[in-house]
């Protein structure tokens, strides 16, 4: 399977072309951008949409809205990293070479890719972060999602992948945290459930509404007495 991909008549290498020709014609500060977007960039981003989206949740809705949503959140980089995971043996049967390798004319902005191409790491960490976080929260959920789809643009654009390879990475990434997300939410939830009742979880997990009503000496405030005298009268003054 080494050789998939190799025909420059295979739309998939003329696509390759096409994207990575955009760096030919970009400015040289512009492509100093997008190999820091697409090598590390997107991939900060991402953890400060996770970072924005578990500030959000935690604090509106019930306290168990806020603990289901807080699990999809630790859900999202379990899932990444079982992706990755599953991308090892992936790679090692298909062995594709990086496009590089086996077309001329491509401008490469990241040098000293050796390891093989077939599926992209980064499109199926971002996506199975992006797909993920969506479980939790669809509004950062999509945010996250069209950044996943930029990684993988990206990696085309720097040339060190085939078009191919993202798609791959965008579909394994998606399996990963779709088909695995009922299981591992029925085993976080009532982890992060524990850990929200502690005292440090009450600070990490808690709803953003008031609890009810505090009762008067929890705030300082002596409770009056019914039918009694008033807190402070004196016996003496009663007796007069």
Request: aromatic share 8%.
């Amino acid at each position: 399977m080494a050789g998939l991909a190799s025909d420059g008549s295979n739309p998939d290498v003329s696509l390759l072309y096409d994207i990575n020709g955009l760096a030919k014609a970009a400015p040289p500060w512009f492509d100093r951008v997008m190999e820091f977007v697409g090598e590390y960039g997107i991939m900060l981003a991402m953890a400060l949409v996770c970072l924005w989206c578990w500030w959000s949740v935690r604090r509106r809705g019930t306290l168990a809205d806020s603990v289901s949503a807080v699990a999809g959140l630790v859900w999202a980089p379990l899932a990444a990293g079982i992706a990755l995971l599953v991308n090892i043996p992936i790679r090692g049967f298909v062995e594709r070479p990086r496009p590089f390798k086996e077309h001329q004319g491509l401008d490469v902005l990241i040098e000293g890719k050796t390891d093989f191409s077939f599926v992209s790491d980064h499109a199926t960490l971002a996506m199975a972060l992006g797909v993920a976080v969506f479980v939790a929260h669809r509004r950062f959920g999509l945010a996250a999602i069209g950044l996943a789809l930029a990684e993988g643009f990206a990696r085309v654009y720097m040339g060190v992948h085939y078009p191919t390879d993202v798609i791959g990475g965008f579909a394994l990434g998606t399996a990963v945290a779709l088909l695995l997300a009922p299981l591992a939410l029925a085993l976080l939830t009532p982890v992060v459930s524990a850990v929200a009742r502690s005292g440090l979880g009450a600070r990490l997990v808690r709803s953003g509404r008031a609890e009810g009503p505090r009762r008067p000496e929890a705030v300082g405030i002596p409770e009056p007495r019914i039918g009694g005298p008033a807190p402070g009268t004196d016996r003496n003054d009663l007796a007069a």
